[in-house]
């Protein structure tokens, strides 16, 4: 995704990796807004467990544990 999208009340920034609302700031690690981002671009979609490890975690070994 290019640039700032929305999530509901939050405004998303992937570059910062922070998400905004009425002043307050979170700051996500760059995984979990790698996350964000690939539910936010399938908004309505039903992602496979494998498509998420292959678009997150393409170049590491994850377990279900």
Request: some cysteine; proline content about 3%.
């Amino acid at each position: 995704m290019n640039g700032e999208f929305r999530v509901g009340e939050w405004l998303v920034n992937p570059q910062t990796n922070l998400l905004s609302q009425n002043g307050s700031t979170v700051r996500l690690e760059p995984k979990v807004m790698a996350l964000l981002e690939c539910l936010a671009q399938h908004s309505g979609q039903v992602l496979s467990k494998e498509q998420l490890l292959d678009t997150i975690w393409a170049e590491t070994f994850v377990s279900d544990q």
